[in-house]
């Protein structure tokens, strides 16, 4: 009954974003999602007297909510079957995506490297200011890379190892990431669009700053029916794999529970993965018996999209403003400069990717380094409202390459477990972010510089136009 109180309140809350930013003319402006403002006020309800009215709806709740609905975003991801193959252009589209997904996957494991070392350093410079070890300063990459989801798992872990408060702290990153990402991402959305680097972009209608859509404008589907509802609804079905693959994602931690080690405990407690291996193996099972297309894609991602805004909610309401404000200095000067790196290293390095949608592809990492995949893809809306180009379907791809991360997360993970040294762990991730650096440059994911500050680049350098994702 708790759980369901606090999803509840995280609806209450939702509504309250809805309102807000149908009425706020600077939410609208900024596009500051719904979920974000619930979160925000959430936030300040539950540490200003919330917190515990309801028996049971704490901040431990909404921390034990956060972590347990971030695995279904991710058992949901892996339930979702692929889009159909683009045929009739000579393999050129799935060049695209391939190249773009290599290059875009690459950029977010060097920075994820780059945001750790830099939160090591800032922390272990004002972490005196309130006592805070330089340790934490490893939480970062989580945080921002990752998101409130994993920040929670891999802190959940951490505190079993005996750092105290590491779950607030990831939380306070992931928070502050999130509001980087729309409060810097959106004014830099609309910079682009105004030098003209957005190659397809549209003004950003009424309805879309309010947030909702006029009735007449109500013309996308949620998705298709793939079973007899006087035999089970198809939401229903979709729900029932997806309980199934998380009974499968715990079988799977109980087995790598057995691994020796820290290792062991890190991926037995990576809940998230457990769920998309187990939904991988789930959807491969329902191919085999010629079942799978009972999985319908938009309802499946429309799933999705429900538990990441409902776990955006969840992390910022269990955010204990107590034990963030008493390291408020280092997590402050760790959130502006990390932020600002950030955006540097998008930018630099987006310039680059060789592409006539390059512009696109830079802020949709800079969402997802700073928030999740979906706030990327947000950003990338704002300026691809027709999915014009491949930018959307590569963020989709562009997973497979983010594996090369596990060494730094199992460094990061060897340092907070005491298997390593903080300094030593540092030298590794530094060792971490050279061999990223040159992988990139031996694989050819920099190219011809497509745009700059000013403008789009000239002419006789910009590379051809590349096919785009438009029926």
């Not at 949608?357 to 990338?380: I, K, N, S």
């Not at 180009?389 to 596990?406: D, H, K, R, S």
């Not at 997360?409 to 650096?437: K, P």
């Amino acid at each position: 009954m708790t759980a369901l109180f606090g999803l509840s309140l995280i609806g209450i809350f939702c509504v309250i974003g809805m309102a807000l930013r149908r009425w706020i003319p600077a939410l609208r402006t900024n596009m500051v999602p719904a979920f974000v403002i619930a979160g925000f006020f959430g936030a300040i309800a539950m540490n200003v007297g919330l917190s515990g009215v309801l028996e049971g709806v704490d901040h431990e709740l909404f921390t034990m909510l956060t972590a347990q609905l971030f695995t279904l975003s991710f058992i949901s991801i892996g339930l979702t079957p692929p889009p159909p193959s683009t045929k009739g252009d000579g393999g050129r589209t799935q060049k695209v995506l391939l190249r773009g997904a290599w290059a875009m996957g690459l950029t977010w494991t060097l920075v994820f490297a780059i945001q750790a070392l830099i939160g090591v350093g800032v922390v272990a410079a004002t972490g005196r200011f309130g006592g805070m070890e330089a340790m934490y300063g490893f939480m970062v990459p989580f945080a921002f890379a990752q998101g409130p989801g994993q920040a929670v798992t891999f802190a959940g872990i951490f505190e079993q190892q005996g750092w105290d408060d590491a779950v607030n702290v990831g939380l306070a990153f992931a928070s502050a990431g999130f509001a980087a990402a729309f409060l810097v991402g959106v004014p830099l959305a609309k910079w682009g669009m105004s030098k003209g680097l957005a190659t397809h972009s549209m003004g950003i209608s009424d309805s879309v700053g309010k947030g909702y859509f006029r009735k007449e404008e109500e013309t996308e589907s949620m998705g298709t029916e793939t079973t007899f509802s006087g035999n089970i609804d198809t939401l229903t079905f979709h729900f029932t794999m997806m309980g199934l693959a998380y009974l499968l994602a715990h079988g799977l931690a109980w087995i790598f529970g057995h691994l020796p080690g820290f290792v062991g405990d890190t991926i037995s407690g990576m809940m998230f993965m457990n769920g998309l291996l187990a939904a991988y193996f789930l959807r491969w099972v329902l191919r085999k018996i010629r079942v799978e297309h009972l999985l319908d894609r938009q309802m499946q991602a429309k799933l999705t999209g429900f538990t990441t805004d409902y776990v955006v909610v969840a992390s910022f309401m269990a955010v204990q403003a107590a034990v963030v404000a008493a390291w408020l200095v280092p997590i402050l000067a760790t959130v502006v400069l990390v932020t600002a790196v950030t955006v540097a290293l998008c930018f630099a390095i987006g310039q680059r990717y060789g592409s006539d949608h390059d512009f696109e592809r830079t802020m949709g990492m800079y969402g997802t380094l700073t928030g999740t995949t979906p706030t990327g893809l947000a950003l990338v809306r704002i300026l691809d409202p027709r999915m014009r180009t491949t930018t959307m379907a590569e963020m989709g791809l562009m997973n497979l390459p983010e594996m090369l991360y596990i060494p730094a997360m199992l460094t990061i993970s060897a340092a907070f477990a005491g298997e390593l040294g903080l300094w030593a762990a540092v030298g590794v991730m530094a060792a971490l972010t050279v061999a990223y650096f040159v992988i990139m440059l031996v694989t050819r994911s920099f190219s011809t510089r497509t745009w700059t500050l000013r403008g789009n680049a000239d002419h006789e350098t910009a590379p051809e136009p590349e096919p785009s994702m438009a029926p």
